[in-house]
Nanobody, 125 residues
Framework: VQLVESGGGLVQPGGSLRLSCAAS????????MGWFRRAPGKVREGVAG????????YYADSAKGRFSISQDDSKNTVYLQMNSLNPEDTAMYYC????????????????????WGQGTQVTVS
């Protein structure tokens, strides 16, 4: 499985960005695709995810109401639409595929066999 992220960049507070994650390889409908982020000096945080073959989405508390995850089956691509961005959203954002996923204690969590993209930088300033 290969994952390639794109769409990061520099945006002003209150602005929007849409991240894309193009997937190739053997991905099953039962898998989860999601977005994680790591800010400098902080632990990695799960932001949002969805079960590929089902219309179930998961959002961390920090993303609810501002971020939206969607999927384009024809392009094997998952998107993360991020609105109302603030400086606390500055981080490297990673796309990942896992076998399972849920929200635990307000954070998107995923487990099992995993695959990661190389990341795309989002800077809000």
């Amino acid at each position: 499985v290969q994952l390639v992220e794109s769409g990061g960049g520099l945006v002003q507070p209150g602005g929007s960005l849409r991240l894309s994650c193009a997937a190739s390889g053997e991905i099953y409908a039962s898998n989860c695709m999601g977005w994680f982020r790591r800010a400098p000096g902080k632990v990695r945080e799960g932001v949002a995810g969805k079960r590929i073959g089902r219309g179930i989405t998961y959002y961390a508390d920090s993303a609810k109401g501002r971020f939206s995850i969607s999927q384009d089956d024809s392009k094997n691509t998952v998107y993360l639409q991020m609105n109302s961005l603030n400086p606390e959203d500055t981080a490297m954002y990673y796309c990942a595929v896992h076998q399972s996923c849920s929200v635990v204690a307000g954070t998107y969590r995923a487990g099992g066999r995993e695959y990661w993209g190389q990341g795309t930088q989002v800077t809000v300033s």
